[in-house]
C-alpha cells in the first residue's frame, strides 16, 4: 500500500464510524458500558434522598457461613441503605449484582485471591466492624448480594433481593 491509499482507507474508515477514537469518546463509553454490567441491580444511591434501612448481618456458624436476612424484598425505584454488619470471625464482602454476575465474579476470585472490593456496589467489612451500601433500585428483578471471598459464596453466603 502507498501512503495515498492508506489516507484513503484512513477517510473511508473515520466516514462509516460513529464514535472517532481520536473524538475521545471511546475510552469513556467503554468504561460506561463497563459500569452499566458492574451495576445491573439499578445504580448507586444518593447519601441526600431518604432511604429504608435494611440491616444485614454476616456470621459463620457450623461450617457454614451466611446472610441473615437471605431474602429482602424492594419495591422498584425504591432507595435502600444496607446497613452490612459483620458479626462473624472473618472478613466478609456483600456485592450486589445479578446471580450471574456474581458467580462469574467469583470465579474470577478464585484466580486473584487479593482482589478486593469497595464500589458503589460493594463493600469488604472486617469482624465486628459494619458499613453502608445505598442503593437505589431503579430495576426490577431478581438480584444478589454475594460474598466474593473464594469459598464463601459456595458456602451458602448469598441472598437474594427480589424488586417488584
Ligand atoms: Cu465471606
Same mark, same amino acid.
Given at each position: ?13 473515520? $466516514? ?24 445491573? $441491580? ?60 456474581? %458467580?462469574?465474579?467469583? %470465579? ?7 482482589? %478486593? ?14 458499613? %453502608? ?32
Amino acid at each position: 500500500m502507498n501512503r495515498l491509499t492508506i489516507v484513503a482507507a484512513f477517510g473511508l474508515l473515520s $466516514a462509516t464510524s460513529s464514535s472517532p477514537a481520536w473524538a475521545g469518546s471511546g475510552p469513556a463509553e467503554h468504561e460506561h458500558e463497563h459500569e452499566t454490567e458492574v451495576f445491573s $441491580a439499578g445504580e448507586p444511591g444518593d447519601e441526600a434522598k431518604p432511604s429504608r434501612v435494611v440491616q444485614v448481618t454476616m456470621q459463620e456458624s457450623d461450617g457454614k457461613m451466611l446472610f441473615v436476612p437471605n431474602h429482602v424484598e424492594v419495591r422498584k425505584g425504591e432507595q435502600i441503605k444496607f446497613v452490612i454488619h459483620n458479626n462473624g470471625e472473618l472478613d466478609h464482602e456483600f456485592v450486589l449484582a445479578t446471580a450471574q454476575g456474581n %458467580e462469574k465474579h467469583a %470465579e474470577a476470585m478464585k484466580r486473584n485471591p487479593e482482589m %478486593e472490593h469497595h464500589d458503589p456496589n460493594a463493600t469488604r467489612v472486617s469482624p465486628k466492624k459494619t458499613d %453502608e451500601i445505598i442503593w437505589n433500585f431503579t430495576n426490577a428483578g431478581k438480584f444478589e448480594f454475594a460474598c466474593l471471598i473464594p469459598g464463601h459464596r459456595d458456602a451458602g453466603m448469598f441472598g437474594s433481593v427480589e424488586v417488584k
